[in-house]
């Protein structure tokens, strides 16, 4: 069955950055995009962006461009989401989903929880 | 950036009711509209895609109908299970963006 696996919670200093790591399997993951989509505490869903498997196309909502990279390693079936310069109000859970037909979020991450706080 | 509005925000009601959420698009979208339903502390779960094809394994009373800029979520007897926030996405153009949720409370 398809999973995708997200790295644990992580709390980070404001002005740091954050890596969450996204691990897929159950099925080829070099034929669909990933998305990345946070939730802040109590708030709705909010689209970052998407990759495709290779890793060289990527798609950022333009609020985020300039601190977020997204990226992946085929190698390990493994998708990356990179956020720069942390503000506390960048505090979320972030999810990866697999981008299915027609580009919905078909398969969902558990989540990770990044805290920006001093 | 194409902009969803849901409505209610809110909404209480009994098991066994007819629900109707509804998104409306700022601007025509044919009918790429998704529905994900969120259950507290948990992943959102892809309920409908293309406005209106149920995903596979999702219990036939959740419908969806609509294109273009208006478009509605159909929960034909609400059951115990289906509690929970429910978000429309577009999936026109980018950034794919989300509509602001619906709560639906027992009542």
Redesign the interface.
């Known amino acids: 069955q398809v999973q995708l696996v997200q790295s644990g919670a992580e709390m980070k200093r404001p002005g740091a950055s954050v890596k969450v790591s996204c691990k897929a399997s159950g099925y080829i993951f070099t034929s669909y995009y990933i ?1 990345w ?1 946070r939730q802040a505490p109590g708030q ?4 970052m962006g ?1 990759i495709n498997p290779s890793g060289d196309s990527t ?1 950022y ?2 609020k985020f461009r300039g601190r977020l990279s997204m990226t992946t390693d085929t190698s390990t079936s493994t998708a990356y989401m990179e956020l720069s310069s942390l503000k506390s109000d960048d505090t979320a859970v972030y ?1 990866c ?1 697999r981008a ?7 398969h ?4 990770t929880l990044v805290t920006a706080s001093t | 950036d194409i902009q969803l509005t849901q409505s209610p925000s809110f909404l209480s009601a009994s098991v066994g009711d007819r629900v109707k959420i509804t998104c409306r698009a700022s601007q025509d979208i044919s009918s790429s509209l998704a529905w994900y339903q969120q259950k507290a502390g948990e992943a959102p779960k892809l309920l409908i895609y293309a406005a209106s094809t149920l995903q596979s394994g999702v219990p036939s009373r959740f419908s969806g109908s609509g294109s273009r800029t208006d478009f509605t979520l159909t929960i034909g007897s609400l059951q115990p299970e289906d509690f929970a926030t429910y978000y429309c996405q577009h999936l026109n153009s980018f950034p794919l963006t989300f509509g602001g949720g619906t709560k639906v409370e027992i009542k």
């Open positions: 998305h989509v709705g869903l909010e689209w998407i798609t909502a333009q999810y989903a299915g037909l027609h580009n919905v979020a078909d969902w991450g558990q989540g």
